[in-house]
């Protein structure tokens, strides 16, 4: 009975960001959320007694973790919790646990002075952190045991460019340590997040509605990435991977690339500003135009 | 039919065929025959057409030349000289010779070409379903094929050409079966033949010599393999033998490789002891390097395994000096002493002999790698990157959303911790539903097959829908049309008169596709595979049709400017 047990390690990163549209319209939207996570959450623990979660709230200005608790802050209360309406010990422990942590967070926030208008999430900043752990917990698993390991993000935010090498960063970091990386946007569509979804195999799911969130997650979520092939699923999303110039930094179709330094521009010029290298121009272009003229008399 | 400039090799009266008397000619470059009082040629057979030629056995009655074509057909000639028998075999066996060398001479071509072209298709694949789209399909002409859409592969080859070199043993490789009464059946493969040819030049004489006319192919080398053996242990060698004089010839020519010697000043081949490594492994006692085994067969024995060595080798020296000499030139780093040596075998002058010994220990002594090559050191010129970070950069922050003002902040974030309060305490309002049944409905729909966020999924189970063979099918077609294409747009603008009359045939070749094989396609699709419709080829047709509306415009210029 010497039989090999995958465990797969969820993590999920909750945007909390007061910022996001969703929040400010309507805050009963963060208790909806926050219950269908929890309950998505469980319902990942209860597929398999060896599954793993954990949890991380994404803020404005830092990113912490909601489960598993910090070991200082909750050493105590973990003892005192009891079986509540015959609910399973550890989803009472998961479903107190996450929401104490949120509640402190939250009121931890008018204490600390809101700087400038810095106000999008630090989602790339969280992604690193839940990496961090994940490749922890891989470090210490013990030798035959193995395990699949996921970050899902839920959040309303859009994605911001500023994190752009950030958020490189941690997809080819996912990639590279085989962790897949799922998305469910509550609201804007985000490209950058769509790549990081492609390069990591994972799932970007974009919900129309609110409401049925749970059943979303449950849906699409819930499934570890080895079942996934089996399943019927939304196909993956056409992912915009087209590259910005370096002169203005917008996105460009077709660009020029400098063949000495790679660098992208969307114009043609003689010099290359990075690295200074003269090009000469393309040569039968204006040829052209003086033959036409000639045919035509 | 026939150009005047050709010379008339030979002409014989007094011939027939089909029934009429004639005279048959023997030029440079076909065979003829014209009926006589005409003056026109009614049979024209170039050499490059003729298979074989086949003359009538000894003791029949009708004296008869029949040339086989490569097409199958063949025709017969009936030699009807009025002075009677002899006069009419002598006639035909002129024929014959005449025919006999020139066919030879024409065989090598046509062969080579022709095996060229089989060799092609049957090793690309996709030129050979190109071939059978677009020629079978007679879409384009075999000629137009060959020169205009093959030349890639040609050229290809031709770079890549390359002689196989002959293996030392591939005399013993040839395992022949027995074939159960006493008999050995030996499988001899083109490359065996060439291997046999390249390493006994002599034999590949006599070959020509023999072979068809006076042996069959099978009976030649039968009587090879027979003296083969003979000549293991030439004591007893027959005189009568067809190879008696291969074997003399070679003699002559083992005797002169042995006074030339071998040039190269690193090697000391008269230094040689014939002598084994006996029971005292050379410490025992030497043998007086003098007394040679007395047993002349061993002897004979050795010299054969020596000989056939040195033709093995020989072989190889042929085929690099027929290739051109660059491409060793390219190679090698000493190129003039190489050649000198491979071609100069014999010493003409000590002082070139000199400075090639010369350079052969300098090959030896000088390594290019090691030497400090000051070039090297200063070539690379620094990179100097100026505004590196713009490598790391995105693209420019959108306008993030609608920046939030400090107090709308706060304002929220206090509604927030007012939200958060209730999830902690004892009395809160216990979660009716997380999901309203409506919501999940609604939900599940969008996440069935068909439902809006399954859309793309139609797209992929649409590709199930394809039958492997319909697929390849599909992408012969493509590879074909796109082939076409290509030349069509390359004659694009038409510029010359030649480039015109390439893009009206391609046009037209267009056309036949269109009808021959787009057409069929399509209906078959249509009857078999009803829920694919048009969506296969649109593509194929957008693009037939770009192309002949491309067509269209021009010809309407060519017409204006005309007027
Ligand atoms: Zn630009
Ligand atoms: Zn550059």
């Known amino acids: ?159 911001s460019a500023s994190q752009y090498m950030s958020y490189m960063n941690v997809f080819f970091t996912a990639q590279k340590q085989n962790v897949t990386l799922d998305v469910c946007s509550m609201e804007q569509d985000m490209s950058l997040l769509q790549q990081g979804c492609d390069i990591t195999g994972g799932l970007y799911l974009r919900i129309p509605q609110l409401q049925g969130l749970l059943q979303y997650l449950l849906w699409v979520f819930l499934p570890e990435p080895p079942i996934r092939k089996k399943l019927v699923l939304p196909p993956p999303v056409k992912v915009d991977y087209r590259a910005a110039c370096f002169c203005h930094r917008e996105l460009i179709d077709i660009g020029f690339v400098c063949s000495v330094c790679l660098s992208i521009f969307c114009k043609f010029s003689p010099i290359c500003t990075t690295c200074h290298t003269v090009f000469r121009s393309p040569g039968p272009l204006p040829i052209k135009p003086k033959k036409r003229k000639i045919k035509l008399n | 039919m026939t150009t005047s400039s050709e010379d008339v090799l030979l002409q014989v009266g ?86 006999q060398q020139l066919l030879q001479k024409f065989k090598c071509e046509i062969n080579k070409e022709l095996e060229e072209k089989n060799r092609l298709l049957s090793e690309n694949p996709s030129l050979l379903q190109l071939y059978r789209d677009l020629v079978m399909t007679h879409v384009i002409s075999s000629e137009e094929f060959w020169s205009q859409h093959a030349l890639q592969y040609m050229q290809k080859h031709q770079s890549q050409k390359q002689d196989i070199g002959v293996s030392g043993a591939f005399l013993a490789d040839i395992k022949p079966q027995t074939d159960g009464c006493n008999g050995l059946k030996y499988n001899l493969t083109a490359d065996i033949i060439e291997c046999i040819f ?63 010697g071998i040039e190269d000043p690193l090697v000391d081949i008269t230094s040689f002891e014939d002598k084994t490594l006996d029971e005292g492994y050379g410490t ?62 014999s010493p003409g002058c000590s002082d070139h002999l000199h400075t090639a010994k010369k350079l052969r220990i300098q090959e030896k002594l000088v390594y290019d790698d090691l030497e400090s090559d000051s070039k090297m050191q200063h070539q690379g010129t620094e990179l100097s990157l100026s505004r590196v970070e713009r490598y790391l950069h995105g693209p420019m922050p959108g306008s993030c959303e609608d920046v939030l003002s400090e107090d709308d902040m706060h304002a929220v974030t206090t509604r927030l911790q007012r939200e958060a309060e209730s999830w902690c305490s004892v009395s809160r309002p216990q979660p009716t539903a997380l999901v309203n049944p409506a919501a999940a409905v609604s939900a599940l729909g969008e996440l069935t097959p068909g439902g809006a966020l399954m859309k793309g999924f139609e797209e992929e189970s649409l590709a199930q829908l394809v039958p492997a063979d319909l697929e390849r099918e599909l992408k012969n077609l493509y590879m074909s049309l796109c082939e076409l294409l290509r030349h069509f747009w390359t004659s694009f603008p038409p510029t010359t008169p030649t480039l015109e009359a390439k893009a009206v045939r391609m046009h037209e070749a267009l056309h036949r596709f269109h009808s021959a094989r787009l057409k069929p396609f399509e209906d078959r699709v249509l009857r078999e595979f009803s829920p694919l419709s048009q969506h296969l080829t649109s593509h194929l047709n957008q693009m037939l049709n770009s192309a002949y509306r491309k067509f269209a415009t021009w010809q309407q210029r060519k017409m204006q400017a005309l007027r």
């Open chain 2, 284 to 345: 025992g006692g030497d043998r007086s390097c003098g007394i040679q085994s007395g047993n002349i067969v061993h002897q004979n024995m050795i010299k054969r395994f020596n000989q056939h060595s040195i033709m093995v080798l020989k072989a190889c020296q042929q085929n690099t000096l027929c290739h051109s000499g660059s491409e060793r030139l390219e190679q090698s780093g000493v190129p003039e002493k190489q050649a000198s040596q491979s071609n100069e075998s």
């Open chain 1, 1 to 159: 009975m010497n039989e090999e047990v995958e465990t797969s390690l969820l993590v999920i990163v909750l945007d909390t960001n007061p910022a996001q549209r969703l929040l400010r319209e309507r805050t009963h939207n963060l208790t909806q959320c926050l219950e269908s996570v929890i309950a998505f959450a469980n319902s990942h623990l209860m597929l398999k007694s060896a599954n793993r979660l954990a949890m991380l709230a994404c803020h404005s200005r830092s990113t912490e973790f909601l489960f598993p608790p910090p070991p200082a802050a909750f050493g105590t209360q973990a003892a005192m919790l009891r079986q509540v309406d015959g609910q399973y010990e550890l989803f009472t422990h998961v479903e107190k646990t996450i929401r104490q942590s949120l509640q402190q967070l939250l009121m931890r926030d008018t204490k600390s002075e809101p700087v400038g208008s810095a106000c999008e999430s630090l989602l790339a900043g969280a992604l690193a952190m839940a990496l961090c752990y994940i490749h922890r917990l891989e470090q210490d698993l013990s030798s035959g045991r193995n395990m699949n390991s996921r970050i899902l993000v839920v959040t309303g935010s859009a994605d």
């Open chain 2, 14 to 99: 007094q011939v027939r065929y089909k029934k009429g008397d004639g005279t048959l000619y023997v030029m440079n470059e076909r065979l003829a025959w014209m009926m006589d009082h005409r003056d026109t040629v009614s049979v024209s057979h170039r050499y490059t057409d003729i298979k074989t030629q086949k003359i009538s056995p000894e003791g029949k009655p009708k004296i008869q030349l029949q040339v086989c074509l490569h097409d199958g057909s063949s025709s017969t000639f009936h030699f009807v000289n009025r002075l009677g028998q002899g006069a009419q075999v002598k006639d035909r066996d002129d024929v014959k010779e005449l025919l």
């Open chain 2, 198 to 260: 390249k390493t006994y030049p002599a034999v590949r004489k006599k070959h020509l010599e023999y072979v068809p006319h006076k042996l069959t192919e099978s009976e030649f080398w039968t009587k090879f393999f027979q003296s083969h053996y003979f000549h293991r242990d030439r004591i007893n060698a027959g005189n009568k033998d067809l190879f008696t004089e291969c074997a003399k010839l070679d003699d002559q020519e083992l005797k002169k490789d042995i006074s030339a």
